[in-house]
């Protein structure tokens, strides 16, 4: 069974914006002058729901209450931190439920026409009972949620073997590759959905990296593609690369996703990035070889790990 839910609007672009910049939905599809009706669907790619919102020359005659909620529930903390930091960015104010068990269960705004939104988290609990989700329970960590926060704390550094997801547990430290692509094999070994391990090349430069310093600059570079691992959860994109970590300082470099499998990150996220690498060398006449802008590349990782 596939549920929609439908409801008539007098600014289909206002609500747009809404639900997708703020709730993290996707425009699905949509229509227009469908029987003097235009019309838009929104959701998460996949999902057997979706919100169809509809104009026409009809003023909505709708009515509702503060017990008239929408909600919209999340999988882990980190989640919620995305979406209370786009809600303070668009100027929304936090309001306080009627119901009680709401007030201590969610955070609530209203739409572009006063319909009540509501986000909450939804735990999810590991339930395989394989060797490395007994690992990380053995470590009392008992949700998804628990386990993002533990990992985003651990400190940056490369593991002995990128095809080992237990070593970002066992050696305490991890990359942007280790680290997400064990959280994405625990996702997958537990059956938890809407979770994607994806490789972002984006502009690495001294503005969203402040560790490399003026290392490219001093080589005549503005910017070096660097192969970056984040998750896409819920359709948000989340970075626990180290504590400090927001997607929001690479989004606008951004110059190419692929979705992968945990076990790419290792062979083949190495040739994807070498691939792309060489082509902009040559596409952007560079003045340096392969080798040596690899070599560059390599020393503003070392300095990540300082």
Not at 111 to 121: A, L
Not at 168 to 184: A, D, M, P, Q, R
Not at 228 to 241: A, P, S
Request: with cysteine; proline share 2%.
């Amino acid at each position: 069974m596939t549920f929609r839910y439908a409801r008539h609007t007098q600014n289909l672009e206002e609500i747009e914006k809404f639900y997708t910049e703020i709730v993290g939905l996707e425009k699905l599809g949509g229509f227009e002058n469908h029987n003097n009706y235009n019309g838009i669907f929104l959701g998460v790619p996949n999902s057997n729901w979706h919100l169809e919102f509809t104009s026409s020359t009809e003023k909505p005659a709708s009515k509702f209450d503060e017990d008239d909620i929408l909600v919209f529930y999340v999988n882990a903390e980190i989640e919620l931190e995305i979406i209370k930091r786009k809600i303070k960015t668009a100027n929304k104010n936090l309001e306080k439920p009627k119901n009680p068990y709401w007030k201590k269960n969610g955070i609530m705004i209203s739409d572009p026409e006063g319909y009540k939104i509501m986000f909450s988290v939804s735990h999810l609990n590991f339930t395989s009972a394989d060797d490395l989700t007994n690992l990380v329970k053995e470590k009392s960590i008992k949700n998804w949620s628990e386990l993002i926060e533990f990992t985003r704390n651990l400190r940056y550094g490369r593991n002995q073997n990128r095809e080992d997801f237990s070593l970002v547990i066992k050696e305490n430290k991890g990359t942007c590759s280790s680290k997400h692509s064990f959280l994405k094999k625990i996702a997958d070994l537990n059956k938890f959905e809407n979770i994607k391990l994806v490789i972002g090349m984006y502009k690495m430069n001294h503005l969203n990296t402040s560790k490399i310093g003026t290392l490219l600059l001093n080589n005549g570079l503005e910017y070096l593609p660097e192969a970056h691992c984040y998750l896409l959860l819920n359709n948000k994109r989340i970075d626990i690369t180290n504590r400090n970590s927001d997607f929001e300082n690479l989004k606008n470099d951004i110059l190419e996703e692929i979705e992968i499998e945990p076990e790419q990150v290792s062979t083949f996220k190495m040739e994807y990035h070498r691939n792309y690498l060489k082509k902009w060398i040559d596409d952007n006449n560079i003045a340096l070889s392969f080798d040596k802008v690899w070599e560059i590349r390599e020393k503003c990782i070392a300095k990540l790990e300082a």
